[in-house]
């Protein structure tokens, strides 16, 4: 009886398996889409962290459904870090997804930015949420002053992306001041302090 009750509820089990943007706020709301199987609703929502959901209302008619979106509003004592967000229907749950809870503002990455001399222009502080094409390097151009201390880090493997990650950081002219890979705290994605040696545009190349 376990094995048929389990062979009639796989076909109608949702499955998540990212979200855009992969950020929250603490003290907003955030528009996130779910990306998924069977994401018709009506769903609800658990988290690892306390938050008010609310879906959009969806075709339940409609089974094979790709993506949901929902409202996710933080309090704006949320602590940052790494949370995790799972949904379900009326059968059954989807695994975890991991999203960043993060205080710093995001904006999406361009798309564009594949050349040194296409980089996306950046304004400090700031999060971009991007997806990485493989092999295929990803830049993103800012100013600093010279003796100018700026954190960087990528988070990509804490959130469960089959990503490894390498950055360096270009003076205007394209000379690398600096490479970071793996990192003894945060494993695969890199994370530093660069101080800018003058005042100037720097690239990052991710």
Request: hydrophobic share 45%; aromatic share 6%; charged share 20%.
């Amino acid at each position: 009886l376990l094995v048929l009750g389990g062979a009639r509820l796989a076909p109608a089990q949702p499955g998540l398996s990212h979200l855009v943007p992969a950020a929250v706020e603490p003290g907003k709301t955030t528009t996130v889409t779910l990306h998924g199987t069977k994401l018709a609703g009506p769903l609800r929502a658990w988290t690892s962290f306390p938050a008010q959901i609310e879906f959009d209302s969806t075709d339940s008619k409609e089974k094979d459904r790709p993506t949901a979106t929902c409202r996710i509003t933080l309090a704006a004592a949320a602590p940052v870090g790494i949370g995790g967000l799972a949904v379900a229907n009326a059968v059954a749950g989807t695994d975890i997804a991991f999203l960043m809870i993060d205080d710093v503002a995001s904006i999406p990455e361009a798309g564009n930015n594949h050349a040194a001399s296409a980089a996306q222009p950046i304004t400090l502080p700031i999060a971009v949420d991007g997806q990485g094409d493989g092999p295929q390097a990803d830049y993103f151009r800012f100013a600093a002053k010279a003796g100018q201390r700026i954190s960087c880090e990528l988070v990509a493997a804490r959130l469960g992306w089959d990503f490894d990650g390498l950055i360096r950081v270009l003076d205007s002219g394209g000379k690398e001041i600096l490479l970071v890979d793996d990192d003894a705290g945060s494993g695969t994605d890199p994370r530093f302090i660069f101080t800018a040696p003058a005042d100037g545009n720097y690239v990052l190349e991710v």
